[in-house]
């Protein structure tokens, strides 16, 4: 048992566990080696791999397939991970679909194969990744630009959970130059993309000869100047990584300044985030993924703070992970995905208040980080 937490606790974190278990075997072999995105019907029926390869989740459901190999040794885990592992050689070989989602698709394939596995060809294609990454990197502006086309200095706060794959590639090369560019990138992003109460931009327009700051549009928010809930969750949990990786304390210092603005929003929300912390009061929209994300991040700091803070963040995760398992989980063997209420984008007419892929994602993630499973796959 875990002795930081109450009896309440453990017994919640077992049953849960015991859950996801039962789910996860239906799941994969009903699903197997296609890539699921949102369930229709309760079944996961697109099939990703054939309708957009490129598209920026592929990674996370071969990331929840290794979180369960790893966790239970189940090889069916590891053989329809390993699938979709090879389907995803498609995009590398079309390039242009891909941008700075790179971290997100293969630190959670293949750079978890090789961590898990050691399979060569598995750091192959994560060493191809990196240096993609690394190649949309402005030298002058000092940051990696996002998205393709004309969006050439732009950077958004979701790249904070793909620059981890930068800091493994410099670890597995001993070639520093991976983190140079990590490093540089995110100083760039906690300058222009966090605000000094913990709030967040989603996108920063910069000069993309000078790096000044040119705008600051709304991006999957309510506005400019709003505070879109996954944002939040991205850059919390993702300068808790740059931390992990660097040991700098001001990228901890930043994670938790972003992890009170968050607890305090979902404090009077009944620990379930709105899409975003600045928006009309009517309509009310959720976004349960930014809630099992910033979980997954406040645990990350928990391992980083002294332990007379720890109680603080890891109090504030479980009771996140138990409102949302509460209103949002469905645990029907029968029925794809587990984490309802996921919403892609504030004024998103498609994708609101459903199963999302990375929900069920994160939230596995942290519950293996509870259950002291948690293997790194950042």
Same mark, same amino acid.
């Given at each position: 048992?875990?002795?930081?937490?109450?009896?309440?606790?453990?017994?919640?974190?077992?049953?849960?566990?015991?859950?996801?278990?039962?789910?996860?075997?239906?799941?994969?072999?009903?699903?197997?080696?296609?890539?699921?995105?949102?369930?229709?019907?309760?079944?996961?029926?697109?099939?990703?791999?054939?309708?957009?390869?490129?598209?920026?989740?592929?990674?996370?459901?071969?990331?929840?397939?290794?979180?369960?190999?790893?966790?239970?040794?189940?090889?069916?885990?590891?053989?329809?991970?390993?699938?979709?592992? @090879?389907?995803?050689?498609? +995009?590398?070989? %079309? *390039?242009?679909?891909? !941008? #700075?989602?790179? =971290?997100?698709?293969?630190?959670? &394939?293949?750079?978890?194969?090789?961590?898990?596995?050691?399979?060569?060809?598995?750091?192959?294609?994560?060493?191809?990744?990196?240096?993609?990454?690394?190649?949309?990197?402005?030298?002058?502006?000092?940051?990696?630009?996002?998205?393709?086309?004309?969006?050439?200095?732009?950077?958004?706060?979701?790249?904070?959970?793909?620059?981890?794959?930068?800091?493994?590639?410099?670890?597995?090369?001993?070639?520093?130059?991976?983190?140079?560019?990590?490093?540089?990138?995110?100083?760039?992003?906690?300058?222009?993309?966090?605000?000094?109460?913990?709030?967040?931009?989603?996108?920063?327009?910069?000069?993309?000869?000078?790096?000044?700051?040119?705008?600051?549009?709304?991006?999957?928010?309510?506005?400019?100047?709003?505070?879109?809930? @996954?944002?939040?969750?991205? +850059?919390?949990? %993702? *300068?808790?990584?740059? !931390? #992990?990786?660097? =040991?700098?304390?001001?990228?901890? &210092?930043?994670?938790?300044?972003?992890?009170?603005?968050?607890?305090?929003?979902?404090?009077?929300?009944?620990?379930?985030?709105?899409?975003?912390?600045?928006?009309?009061?009517?309509?009310?929209?959720?976004?349960?993924?930014?809630?099992?994300?910033?979980?997954?991040?406040?645990?990350?700091?928990?391992?980083?703070?002294?332990?007379?803070?720890?109680?603080?963040?890891?109090?504030?995760?479980?009771?996140?992970?138990?409102?949302?398992?509460?209103?949002?989980?469905?645990?029907?063997?029968?029925?794809?995905?587990?984490?309802?209420?996921?919403?892609?984008?504030?004024?998103?007419?498609?994708?609101?208040?459903?199963?999302?892929?990375?929900?069920?994602?994160?939230?596995?993630?942290?519950?293996?980080?509870?259950?002291?499973?948690?293997?790194?796959?950042?």
């Amino acid at each position: 048992m875990n002795k930081q937490l109450t009896e309440t606790e453990q017994q919640w974190l077992d049953r849960t566990w015991d859950n996801i278990q039962r789910k996860m075997s239906a799941q994969c072999a009903r699903v197997g080696d296609r890539i699921p995105y949102v369930p229709e019907g309760g079944r996961y029926r697109e099939d990703m791999g054939e309708s957009d390869i490129y598209w920026w989740t592929n990674g996370f459901w071969p990331g929840i397939l290794w979180h369960m190999y790893q966790a239970t040794g189940e090889p069916n885990y590891r053989t329809a991970a390993e699938g979709v592992e @090879r389907r995803l050689d498609t +995009a590398f070989n %079309g *390039f242009d679909g891909l !941008h #700075h989602d790179v =971290g997100f698709m293969w630190l959670h &394939s293949a750079v978890a194969n090789y961590r898990l596995t050691g399979d060569q060809s598995a750091k192959t294609r994560g060493m191809h990744a990196a240096n993609l990454l690394a190649g949309r990197y402005n030298p002058r502006g000092k940051f990696i630009r996002a998205w393709n086309d004309d969006c050439t200095g732009w950077i958004i706060i979701d790249s904070m959970m793909n620059i981890p794959i930068l800091h493994w590639a410099s670890q597995e090369t001993q070639d520093p130059r991976f983190a140079y560019i990590a490093v540089d990138h995110a100083d760039t992003v906690l300058k222009h993309a966090v605000r000094e109460d913990g709030s967040c931009n989603h996108i920063a327009v910069l000069d993309p000869a000078t790096g000044d700051l040119v705008a600051a549009p709304g991006g999957q928010g309510y506005a400019s100047g709003s505070s879109w809930s @996954r944002g939040q969750a991205w +850059a919390l949990y %993702g *300068f808790a990584l740059s !931390h #992990h990786y660097t =040991g700098d304390d001001r990228y901890l &210092s930043a994670a938790k300044r972003i992890a009170h603005y968050f607890i305090a929003n979902v404090s009077v929300t009944g620990h379930v985030p709105l899409v975003d912390f600045r928006s009309p009061a009517e309509p009310v929209k959720w976004d349960t993924t930014a809630g099992v994300c910033a979980a997954c991040g406040l645990l990350a700091i928990a391992d980083a703070v002294p332990e007379h803070e720890r109680s603080l963040y890891q109090s504030a995760a479980i009771r996140m992970l138990r409102a949302v398992d509460e209103k949002f989980c469905n645990w029907d063997v029968e029925q794809d995905s587990i984490v309802d209420g996921g919403t892609a984008a504030y004024h998103s007419a498609k994708h609101t208040e459903v199963p999302i892929i990375y929900g069920d994602y994160f939230f596995i993630e942290a519950v293996l980080r509870l259950k002291n499973k948690h293997v790194l796959i950042w």
